[in-house]
């Protein structure tokens, strides 16, 4: 077969099921080879390569399996590269197929040539280019290991046309899975003995490479060591957020109160982070010389690369959590601190009720009473994130997609892959007006896909996060962050979704009861009031501040 069939091939022996893509004549052997194998891949037609690739690392972070993205050489492969830099910074599994240029046309600055390893090479865990399709089976097994191993991330395959056209006798033959480090029975009992003698110990977990099991585990672990634990920058999701443990979220615009319980803790057990800027609060955090610092990571690459550690250990964080489990309980030390972490936590629930416009605190509230266990969140990037970020409880069995890398307009594809991953789920994505702009179009695959989630637009018809740097810094001198926006509603029933304006809460509550009925997705666009920068701060206010 050719070296396209024989790539397909090979992503059907990895157990791929869905790979989303923008179609380019740089591949077309590997488009005709999914024609053929359409029954085995599904292929998501996206409308921009960076829709594509932010629906690959969704998929990727939603199922631990790496997400599969094909593009085309070029103008495709560099609007590509945000979600390539999404998946690295958001430690997911995540292969990036680009068609290139004939291997005869290389060095020569060919139509729409790139050195793909010079440009993605500070980004991803590895990139490669093929020279003859006799690699293929070979490229295709090392990319799913690097892609899912140690710490999880992004790994970028170059095509060239003629290597796909040319004919090959090579078969792949996966490899078998890579056996994960795992925690020693003296490193559990070094842990547990620290853990034992400290007054205020805080588990810090974040990081990628979590499975349900895991997340599981890490909630049950905390629940019997009465420890408290701190997420880090958008990983609500690994822990039941309704657990008396869970004490927060160390991430952007991290609140005083969780700052305050970091900075408290004598012992830090981190599991799965790497420290962050956002994690570490621009790093000033972890760097008091009596507090402890244990860090379990499956890359030693992480370790004392931000926070110098007492204790490392190299393990998958599945893996550990399991073992620490499996430790006796010395819950009644750390009754009074866990319950003063918690109450700490839930005391950044208080804001001022909105003036005007939908307020989106008690809007947020009600999608705490009406949405499923389930459910599946996403957002993008913007100070609007800050309800479903810091506002949402995430139980058990929720899920949250948000970029790491603070990047704008994932939250559109992002919910559409959840979609496509998981139909008969509840996803709604948060968007601000600027934020959703940013990938709108990705609303035309939804409709293609049937996969449609339901938005939620809040709109102050501004770039609310610059807006708010703006006026703090240079009060009144307003300049690129207005928007004058589109009508969302016209925009999204042309394609297929029910939508309508909100202004107001009591509209919100019957417009997103129409919208979890409706059988097309929805788009609700909800008017706030643009004086609130943040849900503690006025326009007028940041103007004050500065005097």
Not at 77 to 87: L, P
Request: aromatic share 8%.
């Amino acid at each position: 077969m050719n070296g396209g069939h024989l790539l397909v091939e090979g992503l059907v022996s990895h157990g791929v099921n869905t790979a989303f893509a923008v179609p380019g004549e740089s591949y077309l052997e590997v488009l005709d080879a999914l024609y053929e194998k359409s029954d085995k891949i599904r292929l998501v037609g996206c409308r921009q390569e960076g829709g594509a690739a932010y629906m690959a690392e969704a998929y990727g972070r939603l199922t631990g399996q790496p997400g599969i993205c094909f593009v085309t050489r070029g103008p495709g492969a560099t609007n590509a590269s945000i979600g390539v830099h999404t998946a690295a910074q958001g430690s997911t599994p995540l292969i990036l197929f680009i068609g290139q240029v004939p291997t005869s046309h290389l060095g020569y600055e060919a139509f729409q040539e790139m050195d793909y390893t010079a440009f993605f090479g500070g980004i991803a865990k590895w990139v490669t280019e093929i020279t003859h399709p006799d690699q293929i089976p070979e490229v295709i097994n090392k990319a799913f290991k690097i892609a899912t191993s140690d710490r999880p991330g992004p790994v970028v395959i170059a095509l060239p046309e003629d290597v796909l056209s040319e004919k090959t006798e090579k078969t792949i033959i996966p490899l078998e899975p890579t056996k994960d480090h795992s925690i020693s029975e003296q490193e559990v009992q070094e842990i547990m003995t620290i853990l034992q003698e400290a007054k205020k110990p805080v588990l810090l977990a974040g990081g990628g490479g979590w499975t349900t099991i895991g997340r599981e585990n890490l909630c049950r672990f905390a629940e019997k060591q009465n420890l408290p634990v701190i997420v880090g920058f958008r990983r609500q999701d690994l822990m039941d957020n309704n657990s008396s443990c869970y004490a927060g979220e160390a991430g952007v615009a991290m609140p005083p109160p969780v700052r305050q319980t970091l900075d408290e803790a004598d012992v830090i057990l981190a599991v799965g982070v790497r420290f962050g800027e956002m994690t570490t609060n621009a790093y000033t955090l972890f760097q008091n010389q009596s507090q402890k610092i244990l860090h379990i990571h499956a890359s030693e690459a992480e370790f004392d690369k931000v926070v110098k550690a007492d204790l490392h250990i190299r393990s998958n964080p599945n893996l550990a959590v399991a073992a620490l489990l499996e430790m006796p309980s010395i819950a009644d030390k750390k009754e009074q601190w866990r319950e003063e972490t918690r109450n700490r936590f839930l005391s950044t629930h208080k804001v001022p009720t909105a003036i005007t416009g939908v307020d989106m605190a008690a809007a947020t509230a009600y999608l705490q009473e009406v949405l499923p266990e389930d459910v599946i969140i996403t957002n993008g990037a913007g100070n609007f994130s800050v309800w479903p970020n810091k506002f949402f409880l995430y139980g058990s069995s929720a899920r949250l997609l948000a970029p790491q890398n603070g990047t704008m307009g994932y939250g559109v594809p992002a919910a559409i892959s959840a979609k496509v991953a998981a139909p008969e789920r509840v996803v709604v994505c948060f968007a601000g007006d600027g934020d959703f702009q940013m990938n709108m179009q990705e609303l035309g695959s939804a409709m293609q896909e049937e996969a449609q989630p339901i938005v939620l637009i809040v709109n102050n018809s501004m770039y609310g996060t610059i807006r708010m740097h703006q006026e703090r810094r240079y009060p009144e001198r307003v300049v690129g962050t207005d928007i004058k926006n589109p009508d969302f509603v016209s925009i999204a029933r042309a394609y297929g979704f029910y939508s309508e304006q909100v202004t107001s809460i009591d509209e919100f509550k019957a417009a997103f009861d129409n919208a979890l009925d409706s059988k097309t997705g929805a788009v609700l666009d909800l008017i706030v009031d643009p004086e609130m920068l943040t849900p503690q701060q006025s326009i007028t206010q940041a103007r004050s501040r500065q005097g």
